[in-house]
């Protein structure tokens, strides 16, 4: 447990609240005793914490941005998929307590888990010190990702206006279908194509699904600015 804290870069005061926090249900209910709780109740308020935190992040950071694209960098953030990408770099599946049946089944790199006990964290640190701690905690672990995240930023922007360009010319939405994918689960990288009226436009590529196909849009877009045109309708 020690060595977790100094991974995740926060002392716990109360250590059995991390106890919990890493807790999945199925241990406690393989429990003999069925001491403890589970990280459930945690995981709610985690959730409601990064809701929160995460917007006023967002909007610190990005004083520009609009409601809209506030809304869709805070969804982007919070989704199961990239709080499991998080948990994954602080290796919480490693000190996650698992049911047996749960544990043979690969528990600890299941999305929906370790999105659980990385929100479930997030509970736990608040309650352990308090709404200002976490606040500087979150935002440090953001700093972190500002590449990732201005790169999220403007790949969607692409897709907004490669949609906006198609929509007015064709009359028609451009459609995404990810063709490929790479690597391990923690650093897995996918490529999309973008397709009007079944037509292979652009390729692009990221370790997300939704960045790959943002990468796509952005290809065609360079494409465009290069010279090349669509047959508008």
Same mark, same amino acid.
């Given at each position: 447990?020690?060595?977790?804290?100094?991974? /995740?870069?926060?002392?716990?005061?109360?250590?059995? /609240?991390?106890?919990?926090?890493?807790?999945?249900?199925?241990? !406690?209910?393989?429990?003999?005793?069925?001491?403890?709780?589970?990280?459930?109740? /945690?995981?709610? /308020?985690?959730?409601?914490?990064?809701?929160?935190?995460?917007?006023?992040?967002?909007?610190?950071?990005?004083?520009?941005?609009?409601?809209?694209?506030?809304?869709?960098?805070?969804?982007?953030?919070?989704?199961?998929?990239?709080?499991?990408?998080?948990?994954?770099?602080?290796?919480?599946?490693?000190?996650?307590?698992?049911?047996?049946?749960?544990?043979?089944?690969?528990?600890?790199?299941?999305?929906?888990?370790?999105?659980?006990?990385?929100?479930?964290?997030?509970?736990?640190?608040?309650?352990?010190?308090?709404?200002?701690?976490?606040?500087?905690?979150?935002?440090?672990?953001?700093?972190?990702?500002?590449?990732? !995240?201005?790169?999220?930023?403007?790949?969607?922007?692409?897709?907004?206006?490669?949609?906006?360009?198609?929509?007015?010319?064709?009359?028609?939405?451009?459609?995404?279908? !990810?063709?490929?994918?790479?690597?391990?689960?923690?650093?897995?990288?996918?490529?999309?194509?973008?397709?009007?009226?079944?037509?292979?436009?652009?390729?692009?590529?990221?370790?997300?699904?939704? !960045?790959?196909?943002?990468?796509?849009?952005?290809?065609?877009?360079?494409?465009?600015?290069?010279?090349?045109?669509?047959?508008?309708?």
């Amino acid at each position: 447990m020690t060595v977790f804290q100094q991974r /995740l870069g926060f002392s716990f005061s109360q250590p059995i /609240l991390l106890q919990q926090a890493l807790t999945h249900p199925s241990h !406690i209910n393989e429990s003999p005793n069925n001491q403890g709780d589970d990280n459930q109740r /945690l995981e709610f /308020l985690g959730d409601a914490l990064l809701g929160f935190l995460v917007a006023e992040w967002l909007y610190t950071r990005y004083p520009g941005a609009r409601e809209g694209e506030l809304t869709s960098l805070r969804a982007y953030l919070v989704r199961t998929e990239s709080l499991a990408g998080f948990a994954r770099e602080l290796n919480v599946g490693d000190g996650m307590r698992f049911g047996r049946g749960e544990a043979a089944s690969g528990g600890a790199s299941r999305d929906a888990n370790l999105c659980d006990a990385f929100e479930a964290i997030i509970g736990a640190m608040f309650l352990d010190a308090g709404l200002e701690k976490i606040r500087t905690w979150l935002s440090d672990f953001l700093a972190l990702r500002t590449v990732e !995240i201005d790169a999220h930023r403007r790949a969607r922007d692409s897709k907004s206006m490669l949609q906006e360009y198609v929509q007015g010319c064709l009359k028609v939405t451009p459609v995404y279908h !990810i063709v490929h994918s790479e690597g391990p689960d923690h650093a897995k990288q996918f490529t999309a194509e973008v397709l009007v009226n079944d037509q292979v436009l652009g390729q692009g590529s990221g370790f997300s699904k939704q !960045i790959a196909e943002q990468a796509a849009a952005s290809a065609v877009l360079h494409r465009l600015q290069e010279g090349d045109t669509l047959e508008c309708t």
